[in-house]
């Protein structure tokens, strides 16, 4: 439903946004990854997802000229 009304680039990347809120339960709830570093690049790899898909959102909004 995301892509029939935000396109394929900004729908089908903030859908996959879930996988970003289930890391979350996965390192906070389930406990499921305990070390330091490996947790620090899930957030750093979280966070370049988050700005492409704020990026991607930015370049289609019309607002920015998109299309």
């Avoid at 490996?38 to 492409?52: E, H």
Wanted: proline share 3%; aromatic share 14%.
């Amino acid at each position: 439903m995301a892509v029939e009304h935000l396109g394929q680039g900004v729908g089908y990347s903030a859908s996959q946004a879930a996988l970003l809120i289930s890391g979350i339960w996965g390192i906070f709830y389930f406990r499921e990854v305990t070390k330091p570093m490996i947790i620090c690049k899930w957030f750093l790899s979280a966070f370049v997802t988050i700005i492409g898909i704020l990026l991607l959102g930015y370049e289609s909004s019309p607002a920015s000229g998109g299309r």
